[in-house]
């Protein structure tokens, strides 16, 4: 299917005789809700909204997977490392990799028991690390420095260990990359748009039983 064909789909809403071709934004914060609050799709904008489905189901339609939308780029950075790493396990990061991410893994993770790794992505340079590895952080090109690697082969190497793999997907975005080496691949995309004007991030898992937080 044709990037442009893909986008089409991401954004139509379901086909209805006489209703709107695109969702437009909701602004609800509360909604009916009669009864059983769990029978209905809907309940309080804090927790979810139409238009934030609406975002999601796009972007799953674009990585291939279900996703789930954040605040902000480090809030998904966090639930991917939070759920994934506990004390005694090894993370291997890029050492070239988005700043802040590398202060959280050092500063928390590190600091509850999880072994940090570096390795540069320029030349496939992690995959001589990823042995003994929990979780395989990657990140191409790299924020700011552009470097890039071989996503595939990497990402082969770490499940031919046993790790899981995620990979910040901020600069290429799923339009401009995309893997299908499916087990265990989780991906974050910080924007789709201008980076100033839309802050919110993405994750996409293509594991099941990884999506639920």
Known sequence: MED???LLRAVRAPTEQGAAFTQGPVFAGTYQAAGDPASAPFTYGRYHNPTWSAYENALAELEGAPSLVFASGMAAVTAVLATTLKPGDTVLMPSDSYYTARVLVDNYFGSIGVTVRRAPTANDGQIEHVKGARLVWLESPTNPGLDVCDLRKVI???HAQGALVAVDNTTPTPLGQQDRTGRGFQRCGRYQGNHRA????????????????
Request: glycine share 4%.
């Open 4 to 6: 442009a064909t893909r």
């Open 156 to 158: 082969d190497a770490a």
């Open 198 to 213: 839309r802050r919110c991030r993405a994750r996409a898992c293509r594991r099941a039983g990884r999506r639920a937080l």
